[in-house]
C-alpha cells in the first residue's frame, strides 16, 4: 500500500497539480490586487462613479437586492478580461521564445537535415 501511495504521489502529475495551486494562489493575489487597485478606479471613471450595489427592489417585506447582483455581474467581466488580457501577454512571451528556438533549430547542420529527411522518408515506407 504504501508503494502505490509513494508512486501516486510523487508522479509529475500531482506535483505538477500541486505546484499549480501554490502558484494560483500567488497569483490570485496579483489579478486581485490589479482589478482592485487599477482596473475598477478606470472603470468607475469610465462609468462616473456609478455604483450598483445600492439598487434594490421591494415587496412586501421582501428587499430583492438586483444591485448587488448586476455589481457580481460586473465585477466578474471585469476580473474574466484581466485574466484574459494577462494571459494573452504571458502567451505572446511563450510564443517570441518559440520562434526563437525554430529560428535557431533552422540553423541546424546540413548532415541533422538529411537524417531527418531520411527517418522521414522510412516512416512513409512503413505505413
Known amino acids: 500500500m ?3 501511495f509513494k508512486e501516486f504521489a510523487f508522479k509529475g502529475n500531482v506535483i505538477d497539480l500541486a ?4 502558484i494560483g494562489a500567488a497569483f490570485s493575489g496579483i ?6 487597485n487599477i482596473i475598477t478606479p478606470l472603470i468607475e471613471i ?7 450595489t445600492d439598487l434594490t427592489y421591494t415587496i ?10 448586476i455589481q457580481s455581474v460586473v465585477d466578474f467581466f471585469i476580473i ?3 485574466i ?6 504571458f502567451m505572446a512571451f511563450k510564443r517570441k ?4 528556438v525554430i529560428k535557431l533549430s533552422s540553423k541546424a547542420n546540413p548532415q541533422e537535415k538529411l537524417l531527418k529527411e531520411i527517418r522521414d522518408i522510412l516512416k512513409e515506407k512503413n505505413k
Request: hydrophobic share 60%; proline share 0%.
Open 2 to 4: 504504501w508503494k502505490d
Open 19 to 22: 505546484i499549480a495551486v501554490v
Open 31 to 36: 489579478v486581485s490586487s490589479l482589478v482592485d
Open 46 to 52: 469610465l462609468l462616473n462613479g456609478m455604483d450598483f
Open 60 to 69: 412586501g417585506n421582501a428587499e430583492i437586492l438586483y444591485g448587488m447582483f
Open 80 to 82: 474574466a478580461l484581466s
Open 84 to 89: 484574459f488580457f494577462i494571459i494573452r501577454l
Open 97 to 100: 521564445k518559440e520562434v526563437e
